[in-house]
């Protein structure tokens, strides 16, 4: 079954904005994953906040988690045209991932 | 460094074929496989995931099976395709016994006509 839901489902931004994706989740966690999705491809890592973590920075990536809310959020600083792809986010069941529905983010130039 | 190789890229197949996708590792021993399946628009379904040469855990009933003849080498199979088994098919592989990421490849877009 799928843990986590995103949201929005789509997002459409100018470059240089910032873009905000959410995720919720069911269950208690181990790690929370997200992952970017060019049209197409296979999914690439981004980054790994670990449930004692409230907070993760990589580069123009900042992750947060509230598991009293059972959410996280991934935000995107300075958009640019390149980050136009899909990004899940992912619940790390004992080495099995349990990925969300994703979010559309669209940047335009 | 380690990659994933996955093929092919795009197949086309009538309903009643046989399947047959591989995925191989490289660079890693002993590492968790895993096939996943995409639906237009939406998120990943874990299929199968194998720890060890052999071992396949299947995750939702279907018609596919997998299998894992090698170390570094896991097959998604099927007797005899559905129109229900198209979809964009993903390979993966992580870390055995750990919670770190997991590594892509790029994937299968299959077609049942």
């Known amino acids: 079954s799928q843990q986590g839901e995103e949201d929005p489902q789509a997002l459409s931004i100018q470059e240089g904005e910032n873009a905000t994706m959410n995720c919720s989740y069911k269950t208690s966690i181990n790690n929370l994953q997200w992952y970017r999705q060019n049209s197409g491809r296979g999914l690439v890592h981004l980054i790994l906040i670990r449930s004692n973590e409230r907070e993760k920075h990589s580069g123009r990536l900042r992750v947060t988690l509230d598991t009293s809310k059972k959410s996280s959020s991934l935000l995107i600083t300075a958009s640019r045209a390149a980050d136009t792809a899909s990004y899940f986010c992912a619940d790390n069941q004992g080495g099995k991932l349990i990925f969300g529905q994703g979010t559309e983010l669209s940047v335009k130039p | 460094s380690q990659t994933i190789h996955q093929w092919p890229a795009t197949l086309v197949q009538p309903v009643g074929s046989p399947l047959s996708l591989e995925c191989t590792v490289e660079g890693t021993s002993n590492p968790n496989l895993y096939w996943y399946r995409q639906a237009a628009g939406r998120g990943l379904q874990l299929l199968f995931y194998?720890?060890?040469?052999?071992?396949i855990s299947s995750e939702v009933p279907q018609n596919l099976s997998a299998s894992r003849p090698q170390d570094r080498q896991f097959i998604l199979s099927s007797k005899k395709l559905l129109l229900s088994d198209s979809g964009f098919y993903l390979c993966a592989w992580g870390q055995a016994r750990s919670n770190q990421p997991q590594h892509f490849g790029d994937g299968t877009r299959l077609s049942i006509l």
């Open positions: 194998s720890v060890g040469i052999g071992q």
